[in-house]
Antibody
């Protein structure tokens, strides 16, 4: 079955960076985009961007442009999301989710809590 | 950006009730709308795609309708497992955006 398994919780200081991983199994990794969505406590989900493991292309929400980088290692079927210049407002659960054209997010990772605190 | 507005934000209902959640888009998204269910501490789970297509394994008491800018999710015969928060999401254009959510509570 399709599974997306994310790395564990992170605590980071303001101004630092964090890198979250998302390991895919149960499907052909290069056939779907990996998207990243975050959700602060009590808030709705917020889409951050996507990357295509086959082409390496990516696209980011304007809010995160310049601070986020989405990459992948196809040999390990793993996607990564790095967020830099962290601030307290970045404290949230970060999810990876797979998607392809015409289809919404049909499989999600379990989420990674990122806490930004001095 | 396309704004997605859900109503109500909270809904109190009893087991067996029929409930309807509305989602409005700030501009036409044709039928590119998804509905998700989320339970505390879990990732959202896709229920419906393309406004009305029920995902495999989702009970038939869930249904979706609408097109353009107005959409609804209906649960016919609420079950104990259905008490959760529901989100709509448009995937017509980037940035992909979600509604603010509707929490379905036990009355």
């Amino acid at each position: 079955q399709v599974q997306l398994v994310q790395s564990g919780a992170e605590v980071a200081k303001p101004g630092a960076s964090v890198k979250v991983s998302c390991k895919a199994s149960g499907y052909t990794f290069t056939s779907y985009d990996i998207n990243w969505v975050r959700q602060a406590t009590g808030q709705g989900p917020e889409w951050m961007g996507w990357m295509n493991p086959n082409s390496g292309n990516s696209g980011y929400a304007q809010k995160f442009q310049g601070r986020v980088t989405m990459t992948s290692n196809t040999s390990m079927s793993t996607a990564y999301m790095e967020l830099s210049s962290l601030r307290s407002e970045d404290t949230a659960v970060y999810y990876c989710a797979r998607r392809r054209s015409g289809i919404p997010f049909d499989s999600w990772g379990q989420g990674t809590l990122v806490t930004v605190s001095s | 950006d396309i704004q997605m507005t859900q109503s109500p934000s909270t809904l109190s209902a009893s087991v067996g009730d029929r409930v309807t959640i509305t989602c409005r888009a700030s501009q036409s998204i044709v039928g590119w709308l998804a509905w998700y269910q989320q339970k505390p501490g879990k990732a959202p789970n896709l229920l419906i795609s393309k406004a009305s297509n029920l995902e495999s394994g989702v009970p038939s008491r869930f249904s979706g309708s609408g097109s353009g800018t107005e959409f609804t999710l209906t649960i016919s015969g609420l079950q104990p497992d259905d008490f959760a928060t529901y989100y709509c999401q448009q995937y017509n254009s980037s940035p992909l955006t979600f509604g603010g959510g509707t929490k379905v509570e036990i009355k």
